[in-house]
T-cell receptor
Framework: DAGVTQSPTHLIKTRGQQVTLRCSPK?????VSWYQQALGQGPQFIFQ???????QRGNFPDRFSGHQFPNYSSELNVNALLLGDSALYLC?????????????FGPGTRLTVL | DAKTTQPNSMESNEEEPVHLPCNHS???????IHWYRQLPSQGPEYVIH???SNVNNRMASLAIAEDRKSSTLILHRATLRDAAVYYC????????????FGQGTELSVKP
């Protein structure tokens, strides 16, 4: 049973470019959340998708957008990249929106913006 | 969002118990206390959660103060594999699993 998978593993972009990160949830899960983790910090919640709609959003600008597909996989898009967007981007999946549902995290995508 | 406070770092010896404290003095009645940990170069993983009563599972125990303003994650016998950053998180019941991570406690385990 595959867990949460993310692609690519690493990515290098330059300022002003756009990037798309991908996430496949754990088998049977229908909810995907995205987090940004800067070096030495705890993960910060970006947004959460359920039934192909954004359900909750953290304190991130509109440059950060996402999508969820009918097979529950998800994409995170970041436009007009800034140096400060360099971070580990984590995807987590769960079954449903209930607060108590355990979230399973992927290994992350390391984004470097030069 | 309700805030938690944890020590930045702790040390333990292998095969000894470890008590990781967390203060959450502004907790509300419907907030659940969750613990996640992040091993080096991995995403976080769920450890345990509770509301009012102490909880045990195969990984750890969670002791919750009677006034719920603090809790303690207990690893009964630390192993080298338990070296990680441990996060204490309050989950607001009606906010569908949005995890607000703090700085966490970096646990190192000495052989």
């Amino acid at each position: 049973d595959a867990g949460v998978t993310q692609s690519p593993t690493h990515l290098i972009k330059t300022r002003g470019q756009q990037v798309t990160l991908r996430c496949s949830p754990k088998s049977g899960h229908d909810t995907v959340s995205w987090y940004q983790q800067a070096l030495g910090q705890g993960p910060q919640f970006i947004f959460q998708y359920y039934e192909e709609e954004e359900r909750q959003r953290g304190n991130f600008p509109d440059r950060f957008s996402g999508h969820q597909f009918p097979n529950y996989s998800s994409e995170l898009n970041v436009n007009a990249l800034l140096l400060g967007d360099s971070a580990l981007y984590l995807c987590a999946s769960s079954l449903g929106l209930a607060a108590l549902n355990e979230q399973f995290f992927g290994p992350g995508t390391r984004l470097t913006v030069l | 969002d309700a805030k938690t406070t944890q020590p930045n770092s702790m040390e333990s010896n292998e095969e000894e118990p470890v008590h990781l404290p967390c203060n959450h003095s502004t907790i509300s009645g419907t907030d659940y206390i969750h613990w996640y940990r992040q091993l080096p170069s991995q995403g976080p993983e769920y450890v345990i959660h509770g509301l009012t009563s102490n909880v045990n599972n195969r990984m750890a125990s969670l002791a919750i103060a009677e006034d719920r303003k603090s809790s303690t994650l207990i690893l009964h016998r630390a192993t080298l594999r338990d070296a990680a950053v441990y996060y204490c998180i309050l989950i607001i019941y009606n906010q569908g699993g949005k995890l607000i991570f703090g700085q966490g406690t970096e646990l190192s385990v000495k052989p």
